[in-house]
């Protein structure tokens, strides 16, 4: 098995009133002067590593940190509880930021990552110096929404936890490390994470954060529960996939926030998990006929995330906040595997307030 720590990086556990994390560092250079601190946050099915070449990437004056969100990578195994939509990761989070002592920290979330990061503001105070989106999900969830983000269902059926690939969930507790299978984590990752054709020196790498997902109801991909409206189940109360249902999470109240740390929206225009034709929703996926008996686009229309988030934001903006659009054209859900030298220029200017073609 690979090494999954890169040179440069520590690892530590940081123990809060709420679980015990695991939090890799790239420590600034105290030659460099005044550190500015930056905070990742992962996404789903996948842990802190994948951070790893981007803080080391960054500038000499900056600490790096990524966190491990319960029930993945290094961190502690609790139940998530749906209920609260992303809340149970948002807290930690907020635990992890007060048990470091962070001050003007600048958070970065990535997909599911991106949510967490948005309800801990809506939730917590937290000294945040700014925020960076990456592929985030949608403010309205993932799956059972119109353009609006109004519910298509009241049971908002189709997403949650009901939606997951059964081999996929299997082969990743078995802990697969193949590409034998389309549902392989590997194939999964060549496929959906990134651009297909893209490969790095560290595919094993990324490979085994996704097998650290802890597999179980309480964790990924959660419960469901059946539905008389198609395709048949809606959310359950437990798990990962239901606390981004639309039943389950709302993060569009950031335009009523008092406080609006500026935000930079990084997306791959590549993307087909945070898209307006997402693979993995439901509705795209019977509009396509991969699956048996949708209703129609009256009915059942894919949810277009990227201009739910675009409305957000443009909200967000006009009461007070500021943001910036950036499409990375060549990348799909993760522009910092696949164009790292301009992602971490984007980051590094938003961080600093300079412009990225001069960072």
């Known amino acids: ?91 930690d989070l907020a635990s992890v930021v007060a048990e470091l002592d962070l001050a003007d920290v600048h958070l ?35 799956g059972a ?25 299997a082969r990743l507790q078995g ?10 984590p590997r194939s999964v990752y060549l496929g959906t994470y990134v651009t ?22 309480g964790n990924y991909p959660g419960d469901s529960r059946p539905s008389e409206n198609w ?22 109240g950031i335009v009523d926030l008092e406080r609006k740390p500026p935000i930079l929206w990084i997306r791959g225009a590549n993307d087909v998990i945070v898209s307006d034709t997402s693979l ?4 795209q996926l019977g509009a396509l006929g991969v699956i048996p008996g949708w209703p129609g686009a009256e009915a059942a229309p894919p949810q277009p995330m990227v201009a739910q988030t675009r409305m957000v934001l443009d909200r967000y903006a006009e009461r007070g906040g500021e943001y910036r659009e ?3 054209e060549a990348s799909g859900h993760s522009p910092l595997l696949e164009e790292p030298e301009r992602f971490v220029a984007e980051v590094v200017a938003h961080v600093t307030g300079e412009d990225a073609a001069a960072a």
């Open 1 to 91: 098995m690979v090494d999954p720590i890169l040179t440069g990086i520590t690892v530590h556990s940081v123990t809060t009133p709420r679980y015990t994390a695991q939090v890799l560092e790239r420590p600034a250079d105290a030659a460099a002067g005044p550190s500015r601190t930056v905070l990742f946050v992962h996404g789903n099915v996948s842990s802190s590593l994948f951070w790893q070449p981007t803080m080391l990437a960054l500038p000499g004056d900056v600490r790096a940190l990524a966190v491990d969100l319960r029930g993945f990578g290094g961190s502690e195994t609790l139940p998530v509880d749906a209920m609260r939509g992303l809340g149970d990761f948002a807290e």
């Open 108 to 142: 970065v979330g990535w997909s599911m990552g991106g949510g967490v990061v948005l309800q801990a503001l809506l939730e917590h105070e937290l000294p945040v110096a700014s925020v960076t989106l990456v592929n985030p999900v949608s403010p309205y969830g993932f």
């Open 231 to 252: 395709p048949g189940f809606a959310p359950g109360e437990r798990g990962v996939l239901n606390t981004m249902a639309p039943t389950r999470f709302d993060v569009s």
């Open 280 to 283: 993995f929703d439901l509705n």
């Open 175 to 184: 802990g697969d490390r193949t590409a034998d299978a389309p549902s392989s």
């Open 326 to 328: 950036v499409v990375f």
């Open 196 to 217: 297909p054709g893209f490969t790095s020196e560290h595919d094993d790498l990324w490979v085994e954060s996704m097998l650290t997902t802890t597999i179980g109801e």
């Open 145 to 169: 929404t119109d353009a609006a983000g109004k519910l298509l269902t009241d049971d908002a059926a189709g997403s949650g936890g009901g939606g997951a690939n059964p081999d996929f969930i």
